[in-house]
Nanobody
Framework: QVQLVESGGGLVQAGGSLRLSCAASGRTGSTYTMAWFRQPPGKEREFVAATTWTGDSTKEADSVKGRFTISRDNAKNTVYLQMNSLKPEDTAVYYC?????????????????WGQGTQVTVSS
């Protein structure tokens, strides 16, 4: 079992920045792939970014490319999502997810473990 806890969400003005953190505990290991998804109000959950635990492969959604960066600190078992140049359309609940396969996937069903989510609200 793996437990994921997100933090760092909040209210920010358009153009601002936030950094989300996802702390993993339990049976963590180098084979885990970590990802961020988000669910805007009234919409389906969508892929944001993912990284292998070693960091040798990362992927970001086209909608956030150049603005969001995923990174990880293996010593702290923590994955980060640095969000810059935030837009009102980035408003959503952001979820951290993990899978036991060291291959990136953008599909929510490919992830077994999920955090509780953290709200990000971007005002115009």
């Amino acid at each position: 079992q793996v437990q994921l806890v997100e933090s760092g969400g909040g209210l920010v003005q358009a153009g601002g920045s936030l950094r989300l953190s996802c702390a993993a505990s339990g049976r963590t290991g180098s084979t885990y792939t970590m990802a961020w998804f988000r669910q805007p109000p009234g919409k389906e959950r969508e892929f944001v970014a993912a990284t292998t635990w070693t960091g040798d492969s990362t992927k970001e959604a086209d909608s956030v490319k150049g603005r969001f960066t995923i990174s990880r600190d293996n010593a702290k078992n923590t994955v980060y999502l640095q969000m810059n140049s935030l837009k009102p359309e980035d408003t959503a609940v952001y979820y951290c997810a993990a899978r036991t396969i060291a291959v990136l996937t953008t599909t929510p069903t490919g992830y077994r473990y999920w955090g509780q989510g953290t709200q990000v609200t971007v005002s115009s």
